[in-house]
Each structure stands twice: as C-alpha cells, then as structure tokens.
C-alpha cells in the first residue's frame, strides 16, 4: 500500500532481479550525457564507471543509428527521424574522398554579402 | 504487471521541487500507464533487436542498441 | 533504494510478460538496465 515492496516481492526481486557482487556485471549506470563541443574540457566531470559497473552508452553503436529501429506501440517521433538523417548524412560524409556533397549542395545558395 | 500508483506517486513526489505539489487522480493514472508503455516498448524492441541478431537472451549490448531512438522517441 | 527495488520489481515483471509472450528470455542486467533509465526518465 505505501509503493514499496512487500516481504514476499523482496524475498522476489532479490533472488530474480538485484545485481550482485558475484554478477559479470554488478551495476548499470546512466551517465549525464554531454555535448563535449559545449563544455571546455575542465568543466566536464565525468564519472569514472566503479569496477564491475557498466555504463550505459548512447553512442557505442552510434554506426548502427542510421537506419530506424523497429517499433512496438510508439512511433518514432519527428525528433528521432531528423537524428537518423543526420546519422546518415554523417554516415555519407565518412566514405566520401575529396568532395563534400554536403557543401557542394550548399554553395549554391552562399552569397559572400550575406557573409561580410 | 505494471506500475503501482502508490510507488509512482513516491516517484513523482521524489522528483517535485515543491513539497505541496499535488497530483490528481488522473494525472497518476496517466503517468503509470505512460511509465508502463514506455517499459514495454523498452522490452519489446529490445527483443526485435536479439532476434534480428537471433539471439534468444535480450542482453544489455542489444537495448543499448535502440536506446538513442528510445529516449528520443519519448 | 527501496524505491528503486520497487521500480526494479516492477521492470522484471514487466519484462517477464513480455518475455513470455516473445518467447525470449531478459539477462538480468538488461532488465536492470531498463529499471535504471526508467528510474532516470
């Protein structure tokens, strides 16, 4: 009734679920994400991950972002499709030798006066 | 299976920069049925993931693997 | 952390229905990990 567990759903998720020591891995852990573009170096404090910890990562298979996943009841929204784009105009710009087709698309339209 | 209010009421509470923040009824229910939907949708493309790589334990490599369009999808 | 057992044992059933009806199974650390960014949304 106060939304915890009861002795019986402990006893549960301690034997099903809790992480322990003797686990591969003992925690997970979702570090603060951070634009390392805005932040100088010093002012970043990251976490270092404690032995046995594993820390959530949202760019270690970021190679893997340039298609959309799979749904079940939600959609993506407008906001996930304009990252899986930008994932794969990325993804373009990678294989690409001397030309940047992103710049040549954009050239057209660049008026130096606009500039200056 | 799902969320129970009394505990997303306490979550809800731990997360309000002011004490006498009040959550009606409805508002509970919404976000226990939003919490539940987003655990469910966490899981299954989880799932869709393990089995596209066949595999038959979803492991922590595979969520990591949809969790950017995840997050931005809610 | 009680709170965060009680998210935790919410996840794993959560995940448990889902797993039988997939016909998959859920390493523990995944259903831990799912509790963590719930727990952080």
Redesign the interface.
């Given at each position: 009734k106060n939304g915890f567990l009861s002795e019986e759903e402990f006893s549960l998720w301690n034997r099903l679920y809790r992480l322990r020591d003797s686990d591969k891995i003992k925690e997970i852990t979702l570090p603060p994400v951070h634009f390392p573009s805005l932040e100088d170096e010093e002012s970043r404090t990251t976490q270092e991950p404690t032995m046995g910890a594993h820390q959530l990562s949202l760019s270690e298979w970021r190679l893997w972002q340039d298609h959309p996943f799979p749904t079940h009841q939600v959609d993506h929204s407008d906001r996930c499709h304009q990252f899986v784009n930008i994932m794969q105009v990325i993804e373009g710009m990678r294989h690409e030798e001397d030309e940047c087709s992103y710049e040549l698309e954009l050239k057209p339209y660049l008026k130096m006066e606009d500039v200056i | 299976g799902g969320f129970r209010k009394e505990l997303v009421s306490r979550l809800l509470n731990l997360h309000f920069r002011d004490q006498k923040t009040k959550v009606s009824r409805d508002a509970l229910q919404l976000m226990v049925e939003f919490l539940r939907i987003f655990v469910v949708e966490a899981a299954v493309r989880g799932v869709r993931q393990a089995q596209a790589e066949d595999l038959d334990i979803v492991d922590v490599e595979q969520l990591e693997k949809v969790l950017p369009q995840l997050l931005l999808d809610f | 952390q009680?709170?965060k057992?009680?998210?935790?044992?919410?996840?794993?059933?959560?995940?448990?229905?889902?797993?039988l009806d997939?016909e998959?199974?859920?390493?523990?650390?995944?259903?831990?990990?799912?509790?963590?960014?719930?727990?952080?949304?």
């Amino acid at each position: 009734k106060n939304g915890f567990l009861s002795e019986e759903e402990f006893s549960l998720w301690n034997r099903l679920y809790r992480l322990r020591d003797s686990d591969k891995i003992k925690e997970i852990t979702l570090p603060p994400v951070h634009f390392p573009s805005l932040e100088d170096e010093e002012s970043r404090t990251t976490q270092e991950p404690t032995m046995g910890a594993h820390q959530l990562s949202l760019s270690e298979w970021r190679l893997w972002q340039d298609h959309p996943f799979p749904t079940h009841q939600v959609d993506h929204s407008d906001r996930c499709h304009q990252f899986v784009n930008i994932m794969q105009v990325i993804e373009g710009m990678r294989h690409e030798e001397d030309e940047c087709s992103y710049e040549l698309e954009l050239k057209p339209y660049l008026k130096m006066e606009d500039v200056i | 299976g799902g969320f129970r209010k009394e505990l997303v009421s306490r979550l809800l509470n731990l997360h309000f920069r002011d004490q006498k923040t009040k959550v009606s009824r409805d508002a509970l229910q919404l976000m226990v049925e939003f919490l539940r939907i987003f655990v469910v949708e966490a899981a299954v493309r989880g799932v869709r993931q393990a089995q596209a790589e066949d595999l038959d334990i979803v492991d922590v490599e595979q969520l990591e693997k949809v969790l950017p369009q995840l997050l931005l999808d809610f | 952390q009680r709170l965060k057992a009680a998210v935790h044992y919410t996840m794993g059933c959560l995940c448990n229905e889902v797993a039988l009806d997939k016909e998959v199974q859920f390493s523990k650390q995944t259903i831990a990990a799912i509790s963590e960014v719930t727990f952080q949304q």
